[in-house]
Every structure is written in structure tokens, then in C-alpha cells.
């Protein structure tokens, strides 16, 4: 049985996209306080990382609902309006908490931004050449020391079974691969765990989740737990390595957390996380709300909302940059040497 839960096909991204899961609320009035209070109450009753923003950051809910409180005292403009909730929004620092509006989108992508990209399209392009295969959004080849290498930059599409098949059969007389995901924001959950059972030998225990029961702020239910299974197509055997950096959110960050429990190898930077599949929710003025709403936890039942450590910490120097080296390849490739 494939991981399952109730929100299984939710789009576990951080762009905005389709939003298929609804939050329906008390209606408010169409006014400065009446959106503020609407959004606050929105989040205060569904959101799901209070209790590790507290710890974490320090976020009191109730304190931030008064902070901004004397900011809308007095009727604002849309824009004025759109900042000062966007700014509370941003004391939460989670990157699928969003607003969005006809003329912005309030974000804090602080995960990502507030660190070294460790990636650089140009050495991409080196790696890939121009002689490489695609299938879906992956793009693959056999590097020179017959190391397969797989560039999958986003989980947004849907992989056809057909799909991993040609790219696993491709790759199959090389000694080991490199699954590069490398600021892959996340996409769909069952893309990321259809590449990940292509891994799996027997049935492993990856992770587990919590969805929300009630309206208080530790209201959830008990942890179910994520399995995945093998699958009767065709699987790799042999050693893998997965290069990760403060780029790979939600869904990516999910399929860290399978490959890891599945054998392979974690190098690069520290996930940027994002560990909560979101709900959506809309304000009496029209604009879109999005959030957090159920945890996931990885096997040992650690929230990983703030990351994923890798196995071997590794950065980019400049010195290999300027050569032309991608240091973080580079190492996987070692290892598997």
C-alpha cells in the first residue's frame, strides 16, 4: 500500500497553484479590523506549527494579535492593508504560509533566501551538457566515471511510471547515482514518492503525520504513520546519493526524508523544510490565505519543518566555481569511488 492519508493528493508546493483543500470561516466584515480579525482567527484555529514557533522563535499568537491590532485601528488602503498583514503573516517564518492579492503575493522565503544557494545554473549546464536525456522534468546522463546523474528540479508534474523506467534502464550499467535536487521547492506528493519506491527493497516505515482535530492550538490527532512499498517495476539496487540544499521545500523535503530511511546518501546543505501539507482559506475582501494545517514527521517522530541535515555537510567554494567544479557533485561522486 502506497503512503495514504487524507490528504494525499493535496499539491505540497510553495507556489500558490491549485489550492483543493478549504478552510470555511465565520464571516467577517469586508473592513480594515474585520480582515485583519478574520485572518488572525483563520490562523490561530487551523494553523498547525504554533507550538514549534513558540519554542523555536519565540511566536506568541496572542502577542502578535495585539501587536498589529493598533496598526489597523483606522481604515487603510489595500496596499497598506496588504502589508501589515503580510508582515504578521511573516512572524511565522513558514515558507507555505502565503497571501495572496491581485497585485502581490506576501511570503517569507526566508528558508531559502537567508542562506548560500550552493547551486549554480552554469555548472549545471557543464555536468549536463547538451547530449542529455529528458523524461518528464528530469533530465539524466552517465558522467564520464559511468556515475548516472539526475537532475529533478521540481516535483510540479506528475512522473509516468513509464517515465522512471527508461531513465532507470538508461542508467542501469553505471556504478551508482546522483539524484540531484538541489532547490527543488516541492510539487507533488505523489511524484516525490513515486521516484522514491523505485529505492525501496521491502516495505519501510518513512515517516509519520498529524492532521488538526479541533480549533486549540494542540488539538491533533494521533500520528499515522507513511509506508512506502516496492514496486514490481524496475528498481535501482545499487548505491545512491541525493545532493539537497536550503532550496529543496515541502515536497522535495519529503522526499529527502523517504530516500534518506530508504539508504541513500544525503549530501549539500540543510533542507529549507516545510514539513506542513497546507490548507487554504480566503478573506472577506477576496484575498487568498494559505498555511499549514497538517505536521509530518520523519520515522524517529521528528518534526522536520525546519530541515533536513545532510549526511555530509558540503558548500560550494569559490575556488571550484571559478574552475568550473560543482564541489557538491563532485563529492558524491568520490564517495561512490
Known sequence: MKIRTLLYYIAFSI?????TSCVKEDEMPDTTEGNFEALWKIMDEHYCFFPEKKEQLGVDWNSVHEKYRVRVAKPLA????????GEMLGELRDGHVNMSSSFDLARNWSWKEDFPTNLSDTLLRKYLGTDYKIASTMQYRIL???IGYIRCSSFS??????NIDEILYYLAPCNGLIIDIRSNGGGLMTSAEKLARRFAKEKTL????????GKGHEDFSEMHEQWIEPTKRITWEKEVVVLTNRGVYSAANEFT???RRLGATIVGDKTGGGAGMPFSSELPNGWAIRFSACPTYDSEKRCIEEGISPDHSVS????????????????ARRLMR
Open 144 to 146: 564520464d566515471d559511468n
Open 206 to 213: 518513512v515517516g509519520y503525520i498529524r492532521h488538526k482535530t
Open 78 to 85: 489595500a496596499e497598506q492593508l496588504f502589508e501589515v498583514l
Open 157 to 162: 508534474s506528475a512522473f509516468g511510471d513509464g
Open 316 to 331: 560550494l567554494t569559490d575556488e571550484d566555481t571559478r574552475d568550473g567544479v560543482d564541489t557538491i557533485i563532485e563529492y
Open 15 to 19: 507556489t500558490i497553484g491549485v489550492l
Open 257 to 259: 526524508k523517504y530516500m
